[in-house]
């Protein structure tokens, strides 16, 4: 009994230190916002950066606050002209902290970044159109709805410019259309999680994202599709697929394990159940002897 109450008594103290910490953090980030505004130094501006993600890091379950400081991560690398890395932060914002009440502000930062300093007007569309869905009754909303209330739906556009995703003259990928399908995918997406048409986005974003070798982001999407609907009929493939990339084009044989056991574990029926067990059972040989063991096994 002595040991239990211990272990309670611990457990609680524990779980104050931590608290405690997290309360030190945001205080000190507090102090490093002050200075910023009082003096705006670029090593100020750099700590207080870090100290973002640290936190975010850090306290990943904290939405509120997580994604209020990735939105002002984002603000102060808009303000340094790092266009693309606050784009990427707004992003994370919206697709870990979506409950955030600097949501909506952060989606309209993204807006202005893709329009005003990143010139690709398809991508802002696809952010306001995606913002009228998502916040209908936001005071921007009216005005926005007057550049983009009649876009042809979502689905259309990105048809259109999936169109354009080979390039005839040189018979290779147009890497930009790639990569615009792949941002444009998950600002729908990470806006509209609860958009029935969501998850099969996100699948299609990161499924460009691998043709295209991006593969850290392909695993990143794979990964929110299985986490975020797990009982989505695409979730086993999610799963499956960031197995494959770390296991063929990672060569991560440590988390293609892990993630090859976790698919055989979660859905020991699925279609490529087998598949999974294959490559499980040959990762880390040489491609001779796993086609000597595909062999054999067909005989």
């Not at 870090?50 to 936190?55: G, S």
């Not at 002209?81 to 309209?108: C, V």
């Amino acid at each position: 009994m002595r040991k239990a109450l211990f272990a309670v008594f611990f457990l609680s103290l524990l779980l104050c230190a931590c608290k405690d910490d997290q309360i030190k953090q945001q205080e000190a980030i507090t102090v490093l916002e002050e200075q910023v505004q009082q003096n705006q130094d670029p090593e100020l501006t750099n700590q207080l950066i870090e100290a973002y993600r640290n936190y975010v890091n850090a306290y990943p379950d904290d939405h509120t606050n997580c994604g209020r400081y990735l939105y002002r991560l984002a603000a102060l690398l808009h303000a340094q002209k790092r266009y693309t890395g606050a784009a990427n932060a707004i992003k994370q914002a919206l697709k870990d902290h979506y409950t955030s009440d600097a949501t909506p502000t952060a989606a309209l930062l993204l807006g202005t970044i893709y329009k005003e300093n990143l010139k690709n007007e398809f991508l802002a569309a696809s952010v306001y159109q995606a913002f009228l869905q998502a916040f209908p009754q936001h005071e921007k909303a009216e005005a926005i709805r007057k550049d983009y209330g009649d876009l042809p739906p979502f689905s259309e556009r990105l048809k259109s410019l999936a169109d354009q995703l080979l390039d005839t003259i040189n018979h290779r990928i147009n890497y930009q259309v790639a990569n615009d399908f792949v941002n444009a995918c998950e600002v729908y997406a990470f806006m509209l999680p609860d958009d029935p048409k969501t998850p099969e986005l996100a699948h299609k974003a990161g499924e460009m994202a691998r043709s295209v070798s991006h593969f850290a982001r392909a695993v990143e999407l794979y990964d929110w599709v299985y986490h975020r609907y797990p009982e989505h009929p695409k979730a086993p493939q999610a799963l499956f697929m960031k197995a494959f990339i770390y296991s063929d084009d990672l060569k991560d044989t440590a988390k293609a394990r892990q993630a090859f056991e976790e698919f055989l574990a979660r859905f020991p029926n699925d279609g490529f159940a087998d598949d999974a067990q294959f490559l499980l059972d040959n990762l880390g040989k040489p491609d001779e002897e796993i086609i000597k063991s595909f062999e054999a096994s067909q005989q």
